[in-house]
């Protein structure tokens, strides 16, 4: 019997994503849930206006909207999928296929987490001379990103950025979308659309490259680890680390860490976080077999 068999009990990590085991999201999956997004966002930008309408309410409005607004982004998405999983559990029209598992092979979770949060931290150094590349920021998304940065209090933006973006960024893209196409077309065209979507998900090019790139290192990590915990974790470690820069001033105004560092040391740095992560990937592919993934689209799904 497969090991993703419905007759078969299958545990998980977290009681709250086997909503959704019965639910793999294919191409058109994948566009209505981006629609689904962006209309939870008009809805949580909807709340936000309400709430600041309350007399005395507006300055805590402003101060607290990124926390009122991205949570109720993702629950037109999270009311489909959970419909959509309990629909073909019920008709037997999909097999269980658990969002978050711990197939970490020979390494082990502990040394798998710990090297995740350096490699993260190296891959956004990659995306610098990359994000290089693309036009000057205009000064009105600089404007909304200060106001974030400064504007909102740390501990609000650290919940918004480092909790519930991993968790809620990772459930839809890795734990949903990349899932989905797993199951159904080689990996590496898997990653890709799925680090496309994720991209898109961000709705501006200056942030949608470098979301791009690390999402294909997510990808990479969900496809061989089948684990949410460790893209979630790296997901938390690239935005706490860039919402923690952002409260100094120095750092908020630097386009690039090549204004902080000489020449050749920001080619040395360069080189070392690509060799950081290369070393990385190398590591799971000789000791973590994707057979997760691997077994259910050699079945003909």
Known sequence: ??????????????????????????IKGMFILLLLLL??????????????????????????????????????????????????????????????RNNFGKTGFAALALMSVVVTLAAGFITDPISKLLPPTP????????????????????????VFAPLFEEWLCRGLVLRGLLTRMKPLWAMVI?????????????????????????????YRTASLKLTMLMHCTNNTFAALLGQNETFREMSSYSELLSGWQYGVAVAAAVFIVTVFVMILARNVSPAAFEEIRGEGK
């Open 1 to 26: 019997m497969s090991i993703f068999s419905p007759q078969r009990k299958v545990r998980s990590s977290y009681n709250l994503l086997k909503d959704f085991e019965y639910y793999l999201p294919d």
């Open 139 to 162: 000064e009105w998304f600089e404007r909304l990103n200060e106001k974030m940065l400064t504007g909102t209090p740390l501990v609000i933006t650290l919940i918004s950025v480092s």
């Open 39 to 100: 209309a939870g966002a008009l809805i949580g930008n909807f709340v936000v206006l309400a709430f600041s309408a309350i007399p005395g309410a507006e300055g805590l409005a402003d101060e607290y909207s990124l926390l009122l607004s991205y949570p109720v982004m993702f629950i037109p998405a999270m009311i489909y999928a959970v419909n959509k999983s309990r629909f073909n559990q019920g008709f037997d029209m999909e097999e269980a296929v658990p969002l978050d």
């Open 194 to 222: 799925s680090s496309a979507f994720f991209a898109v998900i961000h709705m501006n090019p200056w942030q949608a490259l470098p979301a791009f790139l690390l999402g294909m290192l997510f990808a990479y990590v969900y």
